[in-house]
């Protein structure tokens, strides 16, 4: 008999009972691709479908797809499928109840089936300005996604920055592909047979999107690695030939870089048997603290190491940046260090000082520079 181990805070244990559940449902990699019984055409939004396909049949690839049949277009792209694991017979896959389902069709199968985004990115409002929810709006993954997407570039601030050619730079776009991909990631690695709802928030100072379930990549290398593997291969195969989602596996990459294009505090993101959770800032590192208790002059000093070009500065170079005194600055230092903001760097007259990040922060950055500096010597050139 084989036992299975996993880590629940600091102690390994054996699994068993929900925790055996829940580890092994973490690592499938097949959830969305069982053929369903009793389901058949009737029991999915024609209006997504229709959408859908004629979105898909104007890539060049997929133009073909335009003459097919309802059927015949839905066991092209796998939301009908044969039961290899039952009696042959051809039904919905789990996959494409969730991706077209009508909600009442879906409810039936998945009773906890609930997608959420709320606008709270105004302060002093209560509950919410704006609201995408599948329980309200009787909506699937497809119409959910359309939907929020439509809604939360509202949230969005358009503004331009200017290269070193006087040009204007759109940096709202790398923000806009930010939010998508975290989106898509939320609903495509998600575990659907969990209790808990899908949420997207915008508030006021950042974005958070979580969702039931392990990622399946390590947390550490989100930001930077190019593998990619989804629990529903078929709602992930979905978005991915509709051109929605960044080539495979470079999601993580394009959220950490938007940050680095819009000065913005670094994403983070962590992740355990119980969800996932993506939090993506839309302001930098210092404004990042608004309302907590932070001085003008720490927030000056902040500001100046973030803007510098590799995160970290002297204490000279920073009294110069901020123009305050040594006294001033050195006081203003020690009480970043005690929040837990600043970190020390070196020691004597090499000693730096930088900011408190994690590891797959610190790795998504040596990765993201060279490839920001390459694209801006090529625009440059």
């Known amino acids: 008999m084989v036992l299975l181990i996993f880590r629940k805070g600091a102690v390994d244990l054996k699994a068993k009972g929900e925790d055996l559940r829940l580890l092994l449902v973490n690592t499938a990699t097949d959830l969305d691709t ?33 003459n097919l049949s309802t059927e015949e277009f839905l066991r092209k792209i796998g939301v009908i499928a044969k039961d290899y694991n039952g009696n042959g017979d051809y039904g919905i896959t789990v996959g ?11 409810i039936h199968k998945f009773p906890y089936f609930q997608l959420d985004y709320l606008d709270q990115s105004k302060p002093n409002v209560d509950r919410w300005l704006n609201r995408v929810s599948s329980v309200t709006d009787n909506l699937n993954i497809y119409s959910f996604y359309r939907e929020t ?37 939320m609903l495509m690695h998600a575990n659907y047979y969990e209790k808990e709802p899908l949420r997207a928030v915008a508030k006021v100072n950042y974005y958070e999107f979580s969702n039931p379930g392990k990622m399946l ?72 603290f608004s309302g907590q208790v932070i001085s003008e002059r720490e927030r000056s000093i902040l500001k100046a190491i973030v803007s510098s070009d590799n995160q970290e500065m002297s204490h000279k170079e ?57 694209r801006k010597l090529g625009r440059e050139g």
């Not at 997407?149 to 503004?159: D, E, F, G, K, Q």
Request: glycine share 6%.
């Open 34 to 66: 069982n053929v369903l019984h009793n389901y058949w055409i009737e029991d999915l939004d024609m209006d997504c479908i229709n959408n859908y396909k004629q979105a898909l049949t104007s890539r060049e690839q997929y133009s073909n797809y335009k």
């Open 96 to 106: 494409g109840l969730l991706f077209f389902g009508d909600n009442n069709a879906i």
């Open 149 to 185: 997407m439509m809604t939360i570039r509202s949230t969005v601030n358009n503004h331009f920055d200017l290269d070193s050619n006087i040009n204007r730079k759109d940096t709202s776009g790398a923000m806009i592909i930010a939010l998508r991909e975290a989106l898509l990631n």
């Open 217 to 288: 990549v390590p947390v550490e290398t989100f930001f930077t690695t190019n593998r990619t593997s989804s629990r529903n291969p078929i709602i992930s195969k979905l978005f991915v030939q509709l051109g929605e989602s960044e080539r495979a596996g470079h999601g993580g990459e394009k959220i950490y870089e938007s940050a680095l294009v819009n000065n913005y505090r670094k994403p983070e993101i962590a992740s355990n048997y119980e969800g996932t959770k993506l939090k993506i800032w839309k302001v930098d590192y210092a404004d990042s």
């Open 318 to 374: 920073i009294e110069e940046r901020v123009k305050l005194s040594r006294t001033k600055v050195d006081s203003s230092l020690k009480e970043l260090m005690a929040k837990g903001t600043v970190i020390k760097i070196g020691n004597g007259r090499a000693t730096k000082y930088g900011i408190q990040q994690t590891e797959e922060q610190l790795l998504a950055l040596a990765q993201a520079i060279p490839n920001i500096i390459r």
